[in-house]
């Protein structure tokens, strides 16, 4: 059953994490392309990474690719596939191209094309493991960050807790916590999610780490608290640009003094944009016509945006979810994390309104947390708007906030920001 695979572009499309490891750690070595499709991808997107990473057969299951998906495409069952493979590995030296779908916020994902290398670059795998260390984290490990602690605990050794799209998040932190999960990462949405559930206590972790999105100071300090006595880190990190640095002393943004070279990363900040060149970094995107992943220089751009704040470095959000408000800027994450700060928000999202006069103003949409006196809503909007007004520039400042139950994230988990 390996022969077919050997030397091959290969799609790996299954439901469950499981099935994804046992067959990631099959096929790398034997496949030449192994292209990863992450978990509630619609199908059209489904089709353009088999089509990008021009796959000539895929290793798969019902769950991960239905019967009637990609009929053209010859398949193999990804238990039989996984079985056969590890046994072909042995000794043939190939180097596998691994092929990953980004996790953006606002449309179809590209696909990167990395390195085994490349992709396990930020881990040192000189270092010992603490004793009893057990991973888990709130990402697919399919997607660029869960890939992260799924390669930290295969190199290390360590044991590793998968989630599970289909379960709740109270009820993944029950099964982490009784499994003893020690080191764990997710995006600061999770965390944001995590923080509102009862089961949040049932963990007691050594290790909290934040990336995919901007970590917020109320984020930070809400698992400061938490968790006194864990070690915690926000890092940064993108598909593209590969992990690029991690920051441990509790404050949002990065200390100035990261920019420069050291350990073979190079950043640098550009047109208030942050750019990342070392040898994690992505090779270049797939597909018939790609753009250019890098430039001449090496470097990638990132697409996000920086300001620097004395010593420190803050992050004010993507170049591409800048909104327009009567010409002037407006950075949603920036607001977001004014919003945040208020006592009755759990988590909040800033979207462009359509405006007759001025094209867009600010709209924060609003998850309050558990307990808030909601009796007189109209009250707590003005509440949420005044404390605003002395945090940001006028333009900044929501026009209207709206409460909602929750809000929507991409597989990925990061906040959905592409208007309906």
């Known amino acids: 059953m390996s022969e077919p695979l050997a030397g091959k572009r290969v799609l790996l499309a299954v439901g469950g994490q499981m099935a994804a490891a046992r067959a990631m750690l099959a096929l790398d070595g034997l496949v030449a392309r192994l292209a990863l499709v992450p978990p509630g991808l619609a199908p059209e997107h489904v089709a353009r990474i088999a089509t990008d990473s021009d796959a000539e057969i ?13 009929p053209g495409l010859p398949r193999i069952d990804v238990e039989t596939a996984s079985r056969a493979s590890f046994e072909a590995t042995v000794g043939t030296g190939r180097e596998t191209e ?12 590209k696909l990167v094309a990395h390195t085994l290398e490349g992709l396990a670059g930020g881990i040192n795998t000189a270092a010992t493991p603490e004793p009893g260390t057990v991973w888990s984290t709130f990402y697919d490990i399919r997607r660029y960050g869960g ?11 360590a044991s590793l807790v998968l989630s599970d799209r289909h379960e709740t998040v109270r009820d993944f932190l029950v099964r982490a916590g009784d499994a003893g999960v ?11 999610l995590a923080l509102m559930s009862n089961a949040l206590s049932r963990l007691s972790p050594r290790y909290v780490r934040l990336s995919g999105e901007i970590a917020d100071q109320t984020v930070l300090d809400l698992l400061r608290a938490a968790f006194p006595d864990a070690r915690m ?19 949002e943004g990065f200390p100035a003094s990261l920019i420069g070279t050291r350990a073979g990363i190079e950043i640098a900040v550009r047109d208030d944009a942050l750019y990342v060149r070392s040898s994690r970094t992505g090779r270049r995107y797939l597909g018939a016509a790609p753009e250019p992943l890098m430039a001449e220089d090496g470097f990638v751009d990132t697409g996000d945006l920086v300001e620097r ?3 420190r470095f803050h992050f004010l959000g993507r170049r591409s979810g800048v909104i327009n408000v009567g010409g002037a800027k407006v950075q949603p ?23 007759p006069i001025l094209g867009a103003v600010v709209e924060a949409e609003v998850v309050l947390r558990a307990g808030t006196d909601a009796a007189d809503p109209a009250a707590l909007k003005k509440a949420i708007i005044a404390h605003c007004r002395p945090r940001l520039s006028g333009h900044k400042v929501p026009a209207s906030v709206r409460f909602v139950d929750d809000l929507p994230l991409t597989s990925g988990g990061k906040l959905v920001r592409r208007m309906p």
Request: aromatic share 6%.
């Open 98 to 109: 691994w092929a990953l779908a980004t996790s953006g916020t606002t449309g179809a994902p």
């Open 147 to 157: 890939l992260q602690v799924f390669l930290r605990a295969m190199l290390a050794p």
């Open 309 to 311: 704040r004395g010593d």
């Open 233 to 251: 880190a926000h890092a940064y990190a993108s598909t593209e640009g590969g992990v690029g640095f991690t920051v441990e002393d509790g404050c």
């Open 333 to 355: 994450e920036e607001v977001e994390a004014v919003v945040n700060l208020h006592a009755s928000v759990s988590m909040s999202r800033v979207r462009a309104r359509p405006n």
């Open 182 to 192: 020690t080191h764990i990462l997710g995006t600061p949405s999770h965390w944001r």
């Open 58 to 70: 895929a290793v798969c299951d019902a769950e991960g690719l239905p019967d009637d998906a990609l």
